[in-house]
């Protein structure tokens, strides 16, 4: 069974970036689709981005030309490049991965967007 483990989050300012880390461990992750999710308080979760193990992506309308989600196969690793970060970008940010009809979920890192 894999599992993830996120890191990267923190207090930046409105306009900074972050990049999330995701790393996974216990299975083969280049198999897998991955996504990054967030919740806000008082919201429900979403989807931010998703990579296909092909190498696919799509986009939240919110997050388009600000951040950016990859992978590296080799270091079991999945990143979201956060730019031109907004308030509203607060969230607890969740990454997901996807293989054979089951759902894996990391602990979430918190990142928090404020002056």
């Known amino acids: 069974q894999v599992q993830f483990v996120e890191s990267g989050g923190g207090l930046v300012q409105p306009g900074g970036s972050l990049r999330l880390s995701c790393a996974a461990s216990g299975s083969i992750f280049s198999s897998y689709r991955m996504a990054w999710y967030r919740q806000a308080p008082g919201k429900q979760r979403e989807l931010v981005a998703t990579m296909s193990s092909g190498g696919s992506t799509n986009y939240a309308d919110s997050v388009k030309g600000r951040f950016t989600i990859s992978r590296d196969n080799a270091k079991n690793t999945v990143y979201l490049q956060m730019n031109s970060l907004k308030p509203e970008d607060t969230a607890v940010y969740y990454c997901?991965?996807?293989?054979?009809?089951?759902?894996?979920w990391g602990q979430g890192t918190q990142v928090t967007v404020s002056s």
């Open positions: 997901n991965g996807y293989r054979s009809g089951h759902d894996y």
